[in-house]
């Protein structure tokens, strides 16, 4: 077990959501190339309580990469410089004595600062709200085995499935968009059988619910780049071709000419 | 649990009703696999993410609803008290996180679905903000508590590096499906796993049970790999771990396969631990993970408070001193899917068109005062230790005397210590900020609050239960194989406890166990 020494934190303070932000210095002596990025970000905290001075708050739960609930943006990258890893699965040994880390929420206008380092995502909420299940009351399902899936399908719907739903794609688009969170959630689910009924319907609401929201898609691929699940922009086609379909298929009077 | 044996099957169907990924044979048909206790394979997965799907396929109903307008959902709010009038539950006290704010709700009936108190050993691999709050404070205002040395601990998780370690990450149990677990057979040996011969490893469960091998359940795998590293056989920098080696299933099945089946989790492993598990064995070891313990419950979930309901790890029921691998997952769908939706009709038919406390009623208005003081209490303490400093010496204490082994003595000395830290608590606890805006400090000294008292039930139900059983192993009850002695003589009961203001005073009511159908037995994994 090594230590990092002399690292000089810049950590994003901002009391409530309409309160003026600053950025704080704090240098962190040593701290083991074994703790996680959020350890050292605790043993800070300590220290802070220490000095009889407010704790940094940050948003975490799980810290082993699958909640989705951690979010920062370390030195201007979401979820940091590793790819395909959550802040929380981030470790130390990423980095090096006297190195200058930047800290700082989730920037998105859809994602208003609650305070410090923790963002409102509710707005990821009111998309899955609109479309994003399928409709099957509770009682009476049919035997799983009786529709067969074919596994390239069920696989290709547990790699959208995979999407915690962190934002770190938001964060880190130009546009703010969220394009790929939305994507993945309707990919997951269209692409099985069970979903098929609701497709176009969830295509339709889902997109609606999400332009209203989020900025638009100008296919720079950052999401993805972000993604700690390393969800493929393949997702926004599919997305794309099902709301373009559901402008037709989803007319009320179809049938009627 | 015949109920729950009879309304799993429907689980698995109404999940992949509503869209849950589940693993597919290249015919169409579920896949299964095996699981730790299991000889055989039965439990259908998603990927090593089984559990955090099926949350996913619950959410989007949940979501479903709320789009709806028949669900109003409160994030960011935690349950601070249970309001009980004229021996009733009519309602809930509640804090928002965001403002401090407390207010409350009033209720025909109450459903907990709280989760496990597992956050008492401080390191444990559940999500760092699972607490006892709801259930502690629904025990205080009545409810019974079940079975609270009941706690299980994992074999399959990835060892502490440093002190500051804040929790411990699990890796997934169907790893033991194709991982070999083994030691050094000599102490000192520090060389690499891949130069150490065959002849000169311990594969210490295949040795042992030699029936179930490495899916020996949790309570025996967790029991054996602590035996091993206590005598100086652990593997890893700090020899705390054990190897969960893939190389012969990498040999055996190919390196593609293995990754499909567990990439995730290599991944995962790979992310924290900063080594390759394609090439160097995993190290694993033990780590608090599930409690069985609970608030008691009947038949129909209901707790001892008439309208207050807990479901999944909240409550004691279904999985005895021990739980098997996938049944919590199935515990908790069934609870809310198919037991709750029937049992709580009959609680609240007679209630139709009847009035129900509101929330100016005096109980609630004293609870809500009573909340205030306590978290107003926790600022205005100005010592000099912060809620996470106690929490790592609670846990601790937890740890080293009603962990894995549990000893007379070990628990004596624990009942002795936690008072003691507990008024130290009391009196040098430091809470910085204030109680009107996100405060993650305040809201961790509420629960640490509660830990501690929970912590003390705990102990005393240990020391109280002079046999081995499940996950509750007393050292000076063990068979000349080490391995655990029960009592059923004498032991043959739940313990279930009320409050009676002092959780080392808690008072305890025995619920004997009967046995009509299936008797009672000891199982062999040998």
Known sequence: MKHLTNLKLKVWRQDGPDVVGKFETHIVESVSDEASFLEMLDQLNERLIGENKDAIVFDHDCREGICGTCSLMINGRAHGPQRATTTCQLHMRTFSSGDEIVIEPWRAAAFPIIKDLMVDRSSFDRIVESGGFITALTGGAPDANLIPVPKPVSDAAMDSAACIGCGACVAACPNGAANLFTGAKIAHLNVLPQGQAERFKRAEAMVNAMDEQFGSCTNHGECSAACPKEISLDVIALMNSDFRKSKSKNRKQLSRG | ?526
Not at chain 2, 180 to 193: E, G, S
Not at chain 2, 233 to 259: C, E, M, T
Not at chain 2, 484 to 495: G, I, M
Request: with cysteine; proline share 4%; glycine share 10%.
């Open chain 2, 1 to 526: 649990m015949h109920r729950l044996a009879q309304v799993s099957v429907d689980i698995i169907d109404q999940m992949v009703a509503q869209g849950v990924p589940f693993a597919r044979e290249y015919g169409g048909m579920l896949d299964n696999r095996s699981f730790g206790g299991a000889q055989v394979s039965r439990t259908f997965y998603a990927r090593g993410q089984t559990g955090q799907q099926l949350l996913l396929g619950a959410y989007q109903q949940l979501s479903r609803q709320i789009g709806l307008g028949g669900v109003r959902l409160f994030n960011r709010t935690e349950l601070v008290d249970v309001v009980v009038v004229d021996g009733r539950c009519s309602g809930i006290v509640v804090r928002d996180l965001l403002t401090g704010e407390i207010t409350s709700h009033a209720a025909h009936a109450v459903v907990m679905a709280t989760g496990g108190y597992g956050n008492v050993f401080y390191l444990s691999t559940n999500a760092m903000n699972c607490n006892v709050t709801a259930a502690w404070r629904a025990h205080r205002r009545g409810a019974m508590f079940a079975n609270p040395c009941y706690t299980q601990i994992h074999p399959t998780c990835i060892p502490q590096s440093d002190e500051s370690q804040s929790k411990l990450t699990l890796m997934s149990e169907s790893l033991r499906n194709d991982g070999r677990i083994w030691v050094p057979k000599n102490a000192d040996d520090t060389r690499p796993a891949d130069q150490i011969p065959e002849g000169e490893r311990d594969y210490y469960l295949e040795r042992l049970y030699p029936s179930y091998g490495n899916l020996a359940p949790r309570d025996i795998s967790s029991r054996a790999a602590k035996r091993l590293v206590d005598k100086g056989h652990g593997v890893g920098p700090l020899k705390n771990g054990v190897n969960l080696d893939f190389s012969a299933a990498i040999d055996r099945l190919g390196r593609d396969v293995v990754q499909e089946r567990y990439g995730n989790l290599f991944q995962m492993y790979e992310r924290i631990a900063g080594e390759d598990p394609y090439s160097t064995p995993m190290r694993i070891y033990p780590a608090t993970h599930y409690t069985m313990g609970g608030l008691w419950v009947d038949y129909e979930l209901a707790t001892t408070i008439p309208g207050l309901y807990a479901a999944g790890e909240a409550n004691f029921s279904d999985h005895g001193a021990n739980r098997l691998g996938a049944s919590a997952l199935m515990q908790g769908l069934a609870d809310g899917y198919f037991v709750l939706p029937y049992t709580i009709g009959n609680e609240l038919a007679p209630m139709l068109n009847k009035n129900i406390p509101t929330t100016d009623h005096p109980a609630f208005v004293q609870a809500e005062t009573e909340a205030r003081e306590r978290f107003n209490a926790y600022l205005n303490v100005s010592g000099t230790r912060s809620p996470d400093w106690f929490h790592r010496e609670l846990g601790k204490i937890i740890w080293d005397y009603c962990g894995m082994e549990r000893t007379q003595q070990g628990l004596e000395k624990a009942l002795s210590e936690l008072p003691a830290l507990y008024s130290e608590f009391k009196k040098d606890l430091r809470v910085t900020g204030t109680g009107e805006s996100v405060n993650q400090t305040l809201e961790k000294a509420g629960r640490v609050d509660d830990f501690f008292q929970l912590g003390m039930l705990m102990c005393r139900d240990a020391l109280d239960r002079e046999e081995s059983c499940g996950a509750h192993f007393r050292s000076e009850y063990q068979t000349g194989d080490g391995e655990a002695l029960r009592d059923d003589k004498n032991f043959c009961h739940v313990s279930a406890y009320n409050w009676t203001g002092d959780p080392m005073a808690a008072e305890l009511n025995k619920e004997k166990l009967e046995f009509e159908t299936a008797h009672l037995a000891t199982r062999s994994y040998k």
